[in-house]
């Protein structure tokens, strides 16, 4: 389910397909600044919630049901994602995928340095892309 562009969602719900933020359904580059209150993905062939490219995405609240294989949340391509405290989402392969860093688990991104910020800086050829809390 790809979104871009500005707005609130109160709810969204995907089933079998990921929540992608940042680009339309060709792939094409869109942005935006979008809030997501309630936020319930399960099923998914990949990550969870992926967001790609400028623009920023707030998540207030993610529920993640079965079958997410991949991760819970990648950003990257510059993306820039906040999360509040009861963001969590998981994957198989892990929790947070930043750019080219190595996967971080929540508690991992929640008490140990960079402490709540994880932004893709590798020399040569980071994206910029974020994530904070």
């Known amino acids: 389910m790809?979104?871009?562009?500005?707005?609130?969602?109160?709810f969204c719900e995907c089933r079998k397909t990921p929540f992608i933020f940042?680009?339309?359904?060709?792939?094409?580059m869109i942005g935006g600044n979008i809030e997501v209150f309630h936020l319930k993905v399960n099923?998914?062939?990949?990550?969870?919630?992926?967001?790609?490219?400028?623009?920023?995405l707030s998540l207030y609240s993610v529920g993640i049901?079965?079958?997410?294989?991949?991760?819970?949340?990648?950003?990257?391509?510059?993306a820039q994602v906040r999360v509040?405290?009861?963001?969590?989402?998981t994957g198989a392969r892990g929790d947070l995928?930043?750019?080219?860093?190595p996967m971080r688990t929540w508690s991992d991104f929640r008490n140990n340095t960079p402490k709540?910020?994880?932004?893709?800086?590798?020399p040569g050829?980071?994206?910029?892309?974020?994530?904070w809390e």
């Open 2 to 10: 790809p979104f871009g562009s500005f707005g609130q969602f109160y």
């Open 22 to 28: 940042g680009m339309d359904a060709a792939g094409a």
């Open 84 to 89: 509040y405290s009861n963001v969590q989402p």
């Open 97 to 101: 995928k930043v750019g080219q860093n």
């Open 116 to 122: 709540k910020n994880e932004i893709d800086q590798t």
């Open 43 to 56: 099923n998914v062939p990949g990550d969870a919630i992926i967001a790609s490219g400028p623009g920023a």
């Open 125 to 131: 050829t980071g994206d910029g892309s974020r994530v």
């Open 65 to 78: 049901g079965p079958g997410v294989p991949v991760y819970g949340l990648h950003a990257w391509n510059g």
